[in-house]
């Protein structure tokens, strides 16, 4: 019996490693495509196959090299280095699928116009603004017993399921799935379906006219999540998820459930998909789930025009080269909304909630010192860079409620000295720099018999770096905590510790920055140099930056604070600023992405970032993280250095 459980397992463990199941779905999916393709497989080394398909069989065997065959399927991240290194053109490959684990590339093939290409390369604007209208008009037309006009785009050859959901005044009051032989009749059954979705109140031609109109369309590439990615607690919120078992139970999650419905955790997530399809937990491991990608878009508020979504959220666009003026402009208006955000949701004793639910419309009034005096500095800064006392009116508020609130004790408390450090870095922001010493001096005696932390000690090393050429004992102090927090984290990277959140340690960036400026310290300098590719090396795709190493979970709070740290130096880490810059932006709350909020509650997300992907929380920390590093990007492009570094600001 031990020997054949052993047996199981390392078949098991052999199957993740190959990622024997997710090939064969591919396999599978790939033979009723095409009678026979090439595929180049990097899953454990580099080799071709070739699929063909039989009459009553799927034929895969090695093939010799090929040169641009049809299908790439690698490990995650790795096609980049194929394309540039082996035998593909990179610039005619679509990604079709990925994950953590997997990425599927296809050919494109030039001869075919692009409105006879796959849905799964895409669809152009024009295609989805004709589709959204399409379904509006279906819908009036049902409402008033008329024929609906016909439509020029969404007839591809092509079976296509589509997801249609419908939100008026920030309320979801239908959401439907349904399969058609086109994109066109799909839209039509689902709008017919939509009038009949008896789990929300009858729609109106009235609200037909106000409501947007969010249309997904469903990838057809189903590929089954491992045991690992089944085993994890965060889930990738821009994918499809589909459950199914043998009795012919089945359900589908898309990206839009998670702008109605909260989950603690994927285990949760997966649990009431596997209810909604009337399968009982019990048998929840053995049951099949398969993810896949979608195109999913919506109207846009104005109602001119179409945004594309990602998850929840626009989708992010970003260019590796962006004008200065054009990057400017978009930095001062991301800013101004996210300061404003900041300011309009003070409270009258003069703090700020931590945590704003934009769907309940709750507000957080608990005591939270620290993240209170770290939204006043990044008022501050907003209100210098834009010019406007109305930020800085807010700050000066706000610091007197912590001044008042906040209570020295001899025992060191975390939070305690972090709203010191904070506070000193306040005083920094209004030209107060002796106030400022005087801050640092106190916190210095809180940090020395403080436990580790590398934020609490990275944030102490910054603020008493800067006081450096004036004050040897904080200079030296200033070193020990940087060179302490750097061991650790060059222990993590030697360990490769995948738990470890990266976030704790950006602040390295600055503190070496300011220790080697004043010291002329060449060898600080490098090992700044050194913490700084690193973490551009391990940003994400769409300009995010990963939790922990290897994982593909973003959250804003941890991408802001990198990105504050990075935007020290604006010219030589344009590139991976911009990118970060672009996915922040993608988060902000705006007109367009508050579809899905009720209309009372909209006013107090409007400027705030998305937690994540999956959680539409604000976090006060988050949006004070973004505020400071657009204030340090529009210095660099100002000419200027960053004034949020006390350093600067005094010479």
């Given at each position: 019996?031990?020997?054949?459980?052993?047996?199981?397992?390392?078949?098991?463990?052999?199957?993740?490693?190959?990622?024997?199941?997710?090939?064969?779905?591919?396999?599978?999916?790939?033979?009723?495509?095409?009678?026979?393709?090439?595929?180049?497989?990097?899953?454990?080394?580099?080799?071709?196959?070739?699929?063909?398909?039989?009459?009553?069989?799927?034929?895969?065997?090695?093939?010799?090299?090929?040169?641009?065959?049809?299908?790439?399927?690698?490990?995650?991240?790795?096609?980049?280095?194929?394309?540039?290194?082996?035998?593909?053109?990179?610039?005619?490959?679509?990604?079709?699928?990925?994950?953590?684990?997997?990425?599927?590339?296809?050919?494109?093939?030039?001869?075919?116009?692009?409105?006879?290409?796959?849905?799964?390369?895409?669809?152009?604007?024009?295609?989805?603004?004709?589709?959204?209208?399409?379904?509006?008009?279906?819908?009036?037309?049902?409402?008033?017993?008329?024929?609906?006009?016909?439509?020029?785009?969404?007839?591809?050859?092509?079976?296509?399921?589509?997801?249609?959901?419908?939100?008026?005044?920030?309320?979801?009051?239908?959401?439907?799935?349904?399969?058609?032989?086109?994109?066109?009749?799909?839209?039509?059954?689902?709008?017919?379906?939509?009038?009949?979705?008896?789990?929300?109140?009858?729609?109106?031609?009235?609200?037909?006219?106000?409501?947007?109109?969010?249309?997904?369309?469903?990838?057809?590439?189903?590929?089954?999540?491992?045991?690992?990615?089944?085993?994890?607690?965060?889930?990738?919120?821009?994918?499809?998820?589909?459950?199914?078992?043998?009795?012919?139970?089945?359900?589908?999650?898309?990206?839009?459930?998670?702008?109605?419905?909260?989950?603690?955790?994927?285990?949760?997530?997966?649990?009431?998909?596997?209810?909604?399809?009337?399968?009982?937990?019990?048998?929840?491991?053995?049951?099949?789930?398969?993810?896949?990608?979608?195109?999913?878009?919506?109207?846009?508020?104005?109602?001119?025009?179409?945004?594309?979504?990602?998850?929840?959220?626009?989708?992010?666009?970003?260019?590796?080269?962006?004008?200065?003026?054009?990057?400017?402009?978009?930095?001062?208006?991301?800013?101004?909304?996210?300061?404003?955000?900041?300011?309009?949701?003070?409270?009258?004793?003069?703090?700020?909630?931590?945590?704003?639910?934009?769907?309940?419309?709750?507000?957080?009034?608990?005591?939270?010192?620290?993240?209170?005096?770290?939204?006043?500095?990044?008022?501050?800064?907003?209100?210098?860079?834009?010019k406007n006392d109305v930020f800085q009116k807010a700050a000066d508020k706000a610091l007197a409620y912590v001044s008042r609130t906040h209570i020295e004790k001899d025992t060191p408390s975390f939070s305690r000295v972090l709203t010191l450090l904070y506070r000193g870095r306040a005083a920094q922001a209004r030209g107060q720099f002796d106030e400022a010493h005087g801050i640092a001096r106190t916190a210095s005696m809180g940090i020395q018999s403080a436990p580790y932390d590398p934020i609490l000690f990275l944030l102490a090393s910054s603020l008493f770096a800067s006081f450096g050429k004036q004050d040897a004992e904080l200079s030296r102090i200033a070193h020990r905590l940087t060179e302490t927090a750097l061991a650790d984290f060059s222990r993590t990277l030697e360990t490769d510790r995948a738990d470890v959140n990266i976030a704790l340690f950006p602040e390295l960036i600055p503190a070496l920055h300011i220790l080697s400026t004043l010291h002329s310290d060449r060898s600080l300098a490098v090992r700044m140099s050194s913490v700084t590719e690193w973490y551009a090396r391990h940003q994400q795709q769409d300009g995010s930056f990963p939790k922990s190493i290897g994982s593909?979970?973003?959250?804003?709070?941890?991408?802001?604070?990198?990105?504050?740290?990075?935007?020290?130096?604006?010219?030589?880490?344009?590139?991976?600023?911009?990118?970060?810059?672009?996915?922040?932006?993608?988060?902000?709350?705006?007109?367009?992405?508050?579809?899905?909020?009720?209309?009372?509650?909209?006013?107090?997300?409007?400027?705030?970032?998305?937690?994540?992907?999956?959680?539409?929380?604000?976090?006060?920390?988050?949006?004070?993280?973004?505020?400071?590093?657009?204030?340090?990007?529009?210095?660099?492009?100002?000419?200027?250095?960053?004034?949020?570094?006390?350093?600067?600001?005094?010479?």
């Open positions: 019996m031990r020997l054949m459980q052993l047996l199981v397992r390392k078949k098991i463990e052999l199957e993740e490693r190959l990622l024997l199941p997710q090939l064969d779905a591919f396999f599978r999916w790939a033979s009723e495509k095409h009678e026979t393709a090439t595929v180049l497989i990097a899953i454990d080394g580099k080799e071709c196959r070739t699929i063909q398909k039989t009459r009553d069989h799927l034929k895969v065997q090695a093939a010799p090299v090929i040169r641009n065959p049809l299908f790439i399927v690698c490990r995650n991240a790795a096609f980049k280095e194929l394309a540039e290194g082996f035998i593909l053109e990179a610039q005619t490959c679509v990604p079709i699928f990925r994950s953590s684990m997997l990425e599927i590339w296809e050919r494109r093939n030039s001869n075919i116009p692009e409105h006879n290409q796959p849905t799964r390369f895409g669809l152009s604007d024009a295609e989805k603004l004709s589709l959204l209208a399409q379904a509006r008009q279906e819908l009036r037309a049902l409402l008033q017993n008329e024929v609906a006009p016909k439509h020029p785009h969404g007839a591809r050859a092509e079976d296509a399921t589509i997801a249609l959901a419908i939100w008026v005044r920030g309320t979801l009051r239908a959401s439907i799935v349904t399969r058609g032989p086109t994109l066109s009749t799909a839209i039509r059954s689902a709008a017919k379906e939509a009038l009949h979705d008896q789990r929300f109140a009858p729609l109106s031609s009235d609200d037909v006219d106000e409501a947007r109109i969010e249309i997904t369309v469903l990838h057809d590439l189903r590929i089954p999540l491992s045991q690992r990615e089944r085993a994890q607690r965060t889930f990738d919120a821009t994918k499809g998820y589909y459950i199914s078992d043998n009795a012919g139970h089945y359900a589908y999650y898309l990206p839009e459930v998670l702008n109605f419905e909260r989950f603690a955790d994927f285990q949760q997530f997966l649990a009431r998909l596997a209810a909604k399809a009337n399968i009982p937990e019990e048998q929840l491991p053995s049951t099949r789930v398969e993810t896949f990608e979608v195109c999913d878009f919506i109207d846009s508020a104005n109602g001119q025009g179409v945004c594309t979504l990602r998850g929840t959220m626009p989708a992010a666009t970003f260019a590796h080269e962006v004008s200065d003026d054009a990057l400017r402009s978009d930095l001062t208006r991301v800013l101004g909304a996210a300061a404003e955000h900041i300011a309009s949701n003070q409270i009258a004793n003069g703090s700020f909630p931590c945590v704003i639910e934009p769907l309940s419309g709750k507000i957080g009034t608990g005591i939270d010192l620290p993240r209170t005096a770290l939204a006043a500095e990044a008022l501050l800064h907003a209100g210098n860079t834009l593909p979970y973003s959250y804003v709070r941890g991408t802001a604070k990198i990105f504050e740290a990075l935007a020290i130096d604006g010219a030589k880490n344009r590139p991976a600023l911009t990118a970060a810059f672009a996915w922040l932006k993608s988060m902000q709350y705006t007109e367009d992405s508050t579809f899905f909020t009720p209309e009372a509650q909209r006013n107090v997300a409007l400027g705030g970032f998305r937690y994540d992907m999956s959680t539409p929380d604000i976090w006060l920390d988050a949006t004070s993280h973004v505020v400071i590093g657009v204030c340090r990007m529009l210095d660099h492009l100002n000419g200027k250095n960053p004034t949020t570094l006390g350093i600067r600001a005094r010479e």
